[in-house]
């Protein structure tokens, strides 16, 4: 085998894996696009078998990708993904006095969610229950928060972090002046 062959097949397994993520499918979902089984999908993503040209035909169409591009020596997708502030989603008319951005991916929403949320004076986040096991992590930013989850209260200021169920209702609530948080999601 020449070099670059060898070179191609080293880079192959990651290539197909990272066009895979970036997509947000899973082995299941690419099997059932691609009409390759998922186990085959998995051996070759972790190196362990080499797909025929007409697998990896069928898994680059299923993925999107280029054929000839996944085996040069270009990168399937760029390293880097960049968002600028201004491309940033944000929810505005949830809650009262308070602006919300969204910083994760949208294939990570109901699973792993990331936000930046801004408190006017007074601002209030009320939200209902989310899926059975859902935890949120909250750091203060700036400011100082009262925060609620289910009948336990607490107060939090600037370096703080609170870790609290969400699968109840819970709130929080801007105090003495506006506060800004870094918030996780992380559903069960």
Request: proline letters at 4%; hydrophobic letters at 40%.
């Amino acid at each position: 085998m020449t070099d670059s062959a060898d070179a191609i097949l080293t880079h192959l397994p990651a290539r197909l894996k990272e066009a895979r993520r970036s997509l947000g499918l899973s082995l299941d979902a690419v099997a059932k696009l691609s009409g390759v089984s998922r186990s085959m999908v998995s051996q070759i993503e972790r190196g362990e078998s080499s797909p025929t040209i007409a697998t990896l035909w069928n898994l680059t169409r299923a993925l999107q990708v280029d054929f000839a591009g996944l085996l040069d020596g270009a990168a399937a997708t760029p390293r880097i993904e960049t968002l600028r502030a201004s491309e940033v989603p944000t929810i505005d008319n949830l809650g009262s006095g308070c602006r919300i951005r969204i910083l994760s991916p949208p294939e990570e929403a109901g699973k792993h969610e990331v936000y930046e949320v801004a408190f006017e004076s007074e601002g209030v986040l009320d939200s209902q229950p989310h899926t059975r096991g859902a935890r949120e992590h909250l750091t203060v930013i700036e400011g100082e928060l009262q925060v609620t989850s289910g009948d336990s209260t607490t107060t939090l200021r600037s370096g703080d972090t609170a870790r609290y169920a969400a699968d109840v209702p819970h709130r929080i609530a801007a105090r003495n002046g506006a506060a800004r948080v870094f918030l996780v999601v992380q559903d069960a």
